[in-house]
């Protein structure tokens, strides 16, 4: 078994074929042998037969044995038989004491019919098929009687072969089965090396062995990776799942899902759609799948020789990146306010020293009261209503952020905020936010616009929150307003068009709702709405 097993495919391949050609060459060949041959015997004591009756029945012999002929005219005619006949060696007529009147060696006429005393033709019997002594040696013969007109007994014909010539024909006939069985042996051969080949091939050259051990490795180093692969037939059963796949559907093992439809296993899944559109989807925003909270999908059609033969998809459980993200977004959000407001700050400071420089002390005291009461104002206005600090935090900055760049940023004073997270997690609400926010603020100082706003309301009732930014922007082409959350899409060229994807997919996570209006040269709107009861764990 050892030897046997460290033969490449090939050989192996090889070795089966050729012991089931020949296996088979054997068996077919004995069997088919055997009935040829006797095939052939029935022919030959056919043809014997026949020829001798033939020959019994003649006039010409029957009167070459009453004496009533010479024989000169017979001789002529069974020469002539034997020259033109294959399958007859000799041809003898003898009357009924065996003296031999015609025979194809004329020394042999006169002489006694050898195995004289064992012919049954000259005993009552008209016919019989026998082999023994002739004028040739031993033969393979056919012997009849002869009677004349009123039926007396006058002689017999022996028509018969040379056992020389039957095992001739014998030995040809295993000699052809032998030549066939040689050639189907080597047309196996020739196939089966073939056949070998394209094994091989369609193993990307690698022994079986040699693929199966890859195939269990590369298998060990799938189940070994975090994400979770999904792959997908043309009839979106699934084939394929690795254990961390396996873990975010809730299955104990692969036998649990293998050949079952997608939707069975993960009913909100939209793999199947690729099937149809071909096209490769990337960083997907998943819900409800059972084992995560928060994941992203990329998603790849199977194709092979230019058709669709089935999808594969990648799971990544994002639960922490979407809290760090958030706690990150928010932390820039704030970096950029306080930078903007420092700047601000540095100005006022700037204006304070001039005025002192140039000996204007009372001036410059009420510059400083004047300010710290505005900014006192705006800062105790939006802490009052906001009850979040981070979010406080975010919109403070951005006001002077807008302030810096010539745009105004109004808080709705209806707006009220708690600092329960009820609804989103205070991350999450700077992030939606400050991409809305500082969306509306790019757009306003890019524009020529004179009435240059912003409006923010935050308004937190018992069962929903509404957020609403405006602006008073040249607004979004119609053309481009169905598409606008999706990522890489954006009016301000390459690079952007991430934030309100961003936003999208987490109004998708925590179940809002999320509406634009929009209309050129009169300012963009989005109003986005949470529940309660839409908040995850």
Not at 42 to 56: E, H, I
Not at 104 to 114: A, K, L, N
Not at 182 to 195: K, N, T, Y
Request: aromatic share 6%.
């Amino acid at each position: 078994m050892k030897f046997y097993s460290s033969k490449t495919i090939r050989q192996k391949i090889q070795s089966l074929s050729l012991f089931l050609v020949l296996t088979t060459a054997v068996l077919g060949m004995t069997t088919t042998l055997a009935f040829s041959l006797r095939m052939e015997y029935d022919n030959l004591d056919r043809n014997l037969m026949n020829s001798a009756l033939v020959l019994a029945q003649s006039p010409d012999v029957a009167d070459v044995l009453a004496g009533r002929s010479d024989g000169e005219v017979l001789t002529g005619y069974l020469n002539g038989t034997i020259s033109r006949v294959q399958d007859i060696d000799a041809i003898v007529v003898a009357d009924t004491s065996g003296t031999i009147v015609y025979s194809p060696d004329p020394s042999y006429v006169g002489t006694t019919y050898p195995d004289l005393d064992n012919l049954t033709v000259l005993h009552g019997q008209d016919s019989e098929v026998d082999t023994g002594a002739g004028i040739s040696g031993v033969e393979h013969r056919a012997q009849a009687a002869v009677h004349d007109t009123d039926g007396t007994l006058l002689g017999f014909v022996s028509v018969g072969i040379g056992v020389r010539s039957v095992n001739r024909t014998v030995i040809d006939t295993v000699a052809c089965f032998l030549i066939l069985s040689f050639i189907a042996a080597s047309v196996g051969l020739v196939l089966s090396r073939h056949l070998s080949y394209s094994i091989k091939e369609s193993l990307m050259g690698y022994e079986p062995d040699t693929f199966l051990r890859m195939f269990h490795q590369r298998e060990g180093v799938l189940d070994a990776l975090e994400e979770g692969i999904l792959a997908i037939d043309t009839d979106s059963r699934i084939v394929y799942m690795n254990q961390a796949g396996l873990r975010m559907v809730n299955a104990k093992n692969l036998d649990d899902v293998l050949g079952k439809p997608l939707h069975d296993i993960y009913p909100d899944s939209h793999l199947s759609r690729l099937l149809t559109t071909g096209k490769s989807e990337y960083n997907v925003h998943l819900s409800h799948i059972p084992g995560l909270r928060s994941a992203i999908s990329d998603r790849m059609p199977i194709w092979e020789n230019g058709k669709i033969m089935g999808a594969v998809a990648i799971f990544r459980d994002r639960s922490e990146a979407t809290s760090l993200a958030e706690e990150l977004t928010g932390v820039r959000h704030l970096v950029e306010a306080m930078r903007a407001y420092t700047h601000e700050f540095v100005n006022k400071l700037h204006t304070i020293l001039g005025m002192i420089q140039l000996g204007q002390t009372e001036k410059a005291e009420q510059y400083i009261l004047d300010i710290s009461q505005v900014h006192h104002q705006s800062v105790s206005r939006v802490m009052n209503q906001i009850q979040d600090t981070a979010v406080a935090a975010l919109l403070v900055g951005k006001t002077s952020r807008a302030s810096e760049l010539g745009i105004h940023l109004h808080l709705d004073p209806k707006s009220s905020l708690s600092g329960d997270e009820r609804f989103l997690p205070s991350g999450v609400l700077v992030t939606i936010l400050g991409n809305l926010i500082e969306n509306a603020t790019e757009c306003l100082n890019r524009s020529s616009w004179k009435l240059r706003e912003i409006n923010v309301s935050i308004r937190e009732k018992e069962d929903h929150l509404l957020l609403c930014v405006e602006d008073t922007g040249p607004g979004i082409v119609p053309e481009l307003l169905p598409y606008i959350f999706e990522p890489n899409v954006s009016t301000k060229g390459n690079g952007h068009g991430i934030g309100l994807a961003r936003i999208k997919e987490l109004v998708n996570l925590y179940q809002g709702e999320i509406r634009v209006e929009s209309e050129p040269k009169s300012g963009t709107s989005f109003f986005l709405t949470f529940f309660t009861q839409g908040r995850r764990n």
